[in-house]
């Protein structure tokens, strides 16, 4: 299949997770488009997930792409191309399903403070929004972004933890 190239760069902008969650609440964010694999998250990735969002870090971006447009409730429909798990655990977060309807190793989102809970729901998700694509490319896209097996193996994961530290520097001397 001869894929055609996309029209123009797609540029990451930022969406509030509020905004977010708000549309994958009514349902105008499709979760699970057909070429989507199956979620793979276990508990701890979940939670190490949220984690980094109350620590204010920052995660990949994610891709969006329209669906269609409802012509009898006047919405655009959009899917999710790349960041299903993350947007899927944001939810269940806030919502206190899945993992998070019991303690586990994050604070529930129901017991943050008020200052908590807005830093959280005004986090901005770096998002690229493929308004042009095709759905053939919003396809090949998806296969690219997750052909990769890039894990990073424990050395490599050891050296990013240890790679300057004094203890090494000292070995390497």
């Not at 792409?65 to 993350?86: F, H, M, S």
């Amino acid at each position: 299949m001869n894929i055609q190239k996309l029209i123009a760069n797609i540029p990451a902008n930022n969406q509030k997770i509020i905004e977010v969650f708000q549309k994958l609440e009514s349902g105008k964010l499709n979760k699970s488009p057909d070429y989507q694999r199956k979620k793979v998250w276990r508990r701890q990735h979940k939670f190490e997930f949220i984690d980094t969002i109350l620590k204010n870090f920052p995660f990949p971006e994610v891709y969006i792409a329209p669906e269609k447009v409802d012509t009898k409730r006047l919405e655009l429909l959009e899917q999710i191309v790349d960041g299903q798990q993350r947007l899927t655990a944001i939810q269940d977060y806030i919502n206190g399903t899945d993992v998070f309807s019991q303690n586990g190793s994050v604070p529930l989102f129901k017991d943050l403070s008020t200052a908590e809970k807005e830093d959280f729901l005004n986090y901005e998700v770096s998002v690229r929004y493929l308004k042009n694509a095709t759905p053939d490319q919003i396809k090949e896209i998806f296969q690219r972004i997750n052909r990769t097996d890039y894990a990073l193996n424990k050395m490599e994961r050891c050296h990013a933890i240890w790679g300057q530290s004094e203890l090494v520097c000292l070995a390497k001397q």
